[in-house]
Nanobody, 115 residues
Framework: QVQLVESGGGLVQAGGSLRLSCAAS????????MGWFRQAPGKEREFVAT????????IYADSVKGRFTISRDNAKNTVYLQMNNLKPEDTAVYYC????????WGQGTQVTVSS
C-alpha cells in the first residue's frame, strides 16, 4: 500500500506562486511515476502534470505549460508542484497520485487564486 499526503495549498493573488508537496509512504518501491490532478467545483477531475520516478520524463496539461513545474526528491519520497503566474481559473482542489500496479490518491489540498 502507498499513502500520500498533500500540503502547501492556500490563498494567493493572481500572478502569485505556490508550491505544493506530496509525501509518499508505505510500499513506495512499487511506484514508477507520480502526478497531480485538480478538480474545480462542478467540474471533473483533470490532469495537471506527471513525472516518472527517474525524473527523465515530464508531461503537462496545455493549460499549465510554462507556468507549473513538477519535480521530485526521491530521498524524501516527495513530489512537488511549483505553480507560478497563477490565474483564477487555477482555483481547485489539487490531488497527488502515485502510479503503481494500482493507483493511489491523496486527500487533496485547496488552492484559491483571487483576482
Amino acid at each position: 500500500q502507498v499513502q500520500l499526503v498533500e500540503s502547501g495549498g492556500g490563498l494567493v493573488q493572481a500572478g502569485g506562486s505556490l508550491r505544493l508537496s506530496c509525501a509518499a509512504s508505505g510500499r513506495t518501491v512499487s511506484v514508477y511515476a507520480m502526478g497531480w490532478f485538480r478538480q474545480a467545483p462542478g467540474k471533473e477531475r483533470e490532469f495537471v502534470a506527471t513525472i516518472n520516478w527517474s525524473g527523465a520524463y515530464t508531461i503537462y496539461a496545455d493549460s499549465v505549460k510554462g507556468r507549473f513545474t513538477i519535480s521530485r526528491d526521491n530521498a524524501k519520497n516527495t513530489v512537488y508542484l511549483q505553480m507560478n503566474n497563477l490565474k483564477p481559473e487555477d482555483t481547485a482542489v489539487y490531488y497527488c497520485n502515485a502510479y503503481a500496479y494500482s493507483n493511489y490518491w491523496g486527500q487533496g489540498t485547496q488552492v484559491t487564486v483571487s483576482s
